[in-house]
């Protein structure tokens, strides 16, 4: 069994860009969360996926976007990159919605 | 509006001291809450929640609804207990969304 891996570890990107995070959720794992944490602060969830459905979502605007395969891997894609979106890009996996979350070592995403 | 606050961003006490680290939330429902720990260089994991009113590494929370605190605590510090705790509380509907605290970070000393 495998833990959720994300890709990639480390990416720089130019403002205005587009960016894809990916994420591979532990086996058997149908519900996926992503958050974003700014230097110095805790994780702010950006929106969970069940069963390649959205079924919550924070205070994030419509160009952070996400998908989950029918494998329950995701994708979060960010468009119109900021500044402010450089931070640690955290994926987590759960069994189901409201079970125990297991998270990945992140992605950090520097915007220059 | 849902928050969760911890008024600590460093802690440092001595090899086997008592610790607590506060957490209070802002919730109009009844709550879930949890509390994540980090060690260096480790991904963030699960530690305990309140559910499960069990004890892990030694540590144990309350969940106190008419203080809106949620504190962990633990008697005799180790040295190993160092590391970065996020207290975080589940909201339910439309779905799950998982609100953290901006974390404290606990310095054990020998």
């Known amino acids: 069994e495998t833990g959720v891996t994300q890709s990639p570890t480390h990416l720089i990107k130019t403002r205005g860009q587009q960016v894809t995070l990916r994420c591979s959720s532990q086996s058997g794992h149908n519900t996926v969360s992503w958050y974003q944490q700014a230097l110095g602060q805790g994780p702010q969830f950006i929106f969970q996926y069940y069963r390649e459905e959205e079924n919550g979502r924070g205070n994030f605007p419509p160009r952070f976007s996400g998908l989950q395969f029918p494998n329950y891997s995701s994708e979060l894609n960010v468009n119109a990159l900021e500044l402010d979106d450089s931070a640690l890009y955290l994926c987590?996996?759960?069994?189901?919605?409201?079970?125990?979350?297991?998270f990945g070592q992140g992605t950090r995403l520097t915007v220059v | 509006a849902q928050r969760v606050t911890q008024p600590e961003k460093l802690l440092s006490v001595f090899k086997g001291a008592p610790v607590e680290l506060k957490c209070n939330y802002s919730y109009s429902g009844s709550p879930e809450l949890f509390w994540y720990v980090q060690y260096s260089r480790q991904r963030l994991q699960l530690l305990l929640r309140h559910i499960s009113r069990e004890s892990i590494k030694g540590f144990t929370a309350d969940l106190n609804k008419g203080e809106t605190s949620f504190h962990l605590k633990k008697p005799f510090a180790q040295e190993e207990d160092s590391a970065m705790y996020y207290c975080?509380?589940?909201?339910?509907?439309?779905?799950?969304?998982?609100?953290f605290g901006a974390g404290t970070r606990l310095f054990v000393k020998a």
């Open positions: 987590a996996s759960s069994l189901a919605e409201d079970t125990e979350a297991f």
């Open positions: 975080a509380l589940r909201a339910h509907g439309g779905g799950f969304k998982t609100i």
